[in-house]
């Protein structure tokens, strides 16, 4: 992370398919968000799958994809689709959305 702040910011959205609900991966992603240094979101999607979508550097954000990849939730993992998106800075924090 750039402690002067002026590390180009990017944003991903991942879609992460698996047995990802019910199972606590929200309060799981949003630990290791915190611990990567991310801001964003997570939420539960209608078919069964879970939603993140985060910015930061692109070093963290790769650093918090790895955690997801390999935490101990990542058994029930059944794959991860990332999408790049235009960082927009309206995060502060990473948030559970119900």
């Known amino acids: 992370m750039d402690p ?3 590390e180009p910011q990017r944003r991903y959205r991942w ?3 698996g047995t990802v609900q019910g199972v606590g991966f929200r309060w799981y992603a949003r630990g290791l968000a915190e611990k990567a240094g991310v801001c964003g979101w997570v ?3 209608a078919d069964g799958s879970v939603e993140i979508v985060a910015e930061g550097t692109e070093e ?3 650093r918090f994809e790895g955690m997801v990849r390999t935490g101990y939730l990542a058994d029930g993992i059944a794959g991860i689709d990332r ?3 235009p960082p927009t800075g309206e995060f502060r924090a990473f948030k559970i959305v119900f």
């Open 4 to 6: 002067t702040g002026n």
């Open 60 to 62: 963290a954000l790769r």
């Open 43 to 45: 939420r539960n999607l």
């Open 83 to 85: 999408k790049e998106e």
């Open 15 to 17: 879609k992460i398919s």
